[in-house]
């Protein structure tokens, strides 16, 4: 059953320590903490997290041990990730485009920065691209900046976002570039014709697509919405079982797909995150 707690708590579907463990080894693998980086104190990630301090030790211990944090004298804890320095790059006859969505919290954009890094292309994520306009085309309509379900944002803001990532998708494969994309694409991955169009479009320009939907349970993705704590997830958390009913965490796209399943029990994001690519560059065999 999903967690109705609201007190801004992880979820305990797995033990609290191998939880934050994974989403720290996850935002190193993504590059979002780098080789060096000190990690915050232990009392400062108790309260991120909102966990007992016993509870960030043990995760560090389990970090420590896998080599990927040291803990240095007068130094506190730092990652170590000597491997960021290299640069990968898969370079192909044909542009691939890896699309990726999922719900809010899944860990779509943690995948995408992963195999970004893997494979050297280009990352274009939604909210990067158009979020500071869209939060000042709200306001001008006389709307939150952080408003995503009102009927104005659906019907005039939320399709001009798409048509912004397209283009930027296009630009790249006119230039002969494969691709990440990630947005949550829920509207366009429940249209088959959406996606045929869309796989048309890159075919277009000599590419290949490859339909991925991240899959997360409901306690592992309310720890990643609480614990990213943007401003546009305020309506989601107020009421989260509101919010959970309305989502179909069975939904997988029609036709050809990769499903990535990032809820607490499923294999390591980065190993799938290497698979996928594998996957990709193989046509989706």
């Not at 399709?159 to 570039?177: D, F, H, S, W």
Request: proline share 5%; hydrophobic share 40%; glycine share 8%.
């Amino acid at each position: 059953m999903p967690s109705d707690d609201r007190s801004g708590r992880v979820a305990r579907s797995e033990s609290l320590h191998q939880q934050v463990a994974r989403n720290i080894r996850n935002d190193i693998a993504a590059g979002v903490l780098r080789d060096g980086q000190p990690l915050p104190s232990t009392r400062e990630l108790a309260a991120q997290w909102g966990v007992s301090v016993f509870t960030i030790n043990e995760a560090m211990r389990t970090l420590i041990d896998d080599g990927i944090v040291i803990s240095k004298p007068r130094a506190g804890r730092i990652v170590h990730a000597p491997e960021q320095a290299i640069r990968n790059e898969v370079r192909t006859a044909e542009p691939h485009v890896v699309m990726i969505g999922g719900y809010a919290g899944c860990g779509k954009t943690e995948l995408g920065r992963m195999l970004a890094r893997e494979s050297g292309w280009p990352m274009l994520d939604k909210d990067t691209i158009t979020r500071a306009v869209v939060e000042v085309a709200l306001e001008q309509l006389g709307l939150s900046a952080n408003d995503r379900e009102s009927a104005e944002y659906l019907s005039v803001i939320r399709p001009r976002e798409y048509e912004c990532l397209m283009n930027a998708l296009v630009e790249n494969l006119q230039c002969g570039n494969s691709a990440v994309v990630t947005a949550p694409f829920v509207r366009e991955f429940h249209d088959e014709a959406w996606i045929n169009r869309a796989r048309a479009r890159v075919a277009d320009h000599g590419g290949s697509l490859t339909l991925v939907w991240v899959y997360c349970d409901a306690d592992t993705m309310l720890t990643y919405v609480r614990h990213r704590g943007a401003a546009r997830d305020a309506a989601k958390l107020a009421d989260w079982p509101t919010y959970l009913a309305a989502l179909d965490l069975d939904f997988r796209p029609p036709g050809d797909h990769f499903v990535v399943d990032n809820s607490a029990s499923g294999e390591p994001l980065q190993s799938q995150a290497k698979r996928l690519l594998s996957y990709a560059v193989q046509g989706g065999s």
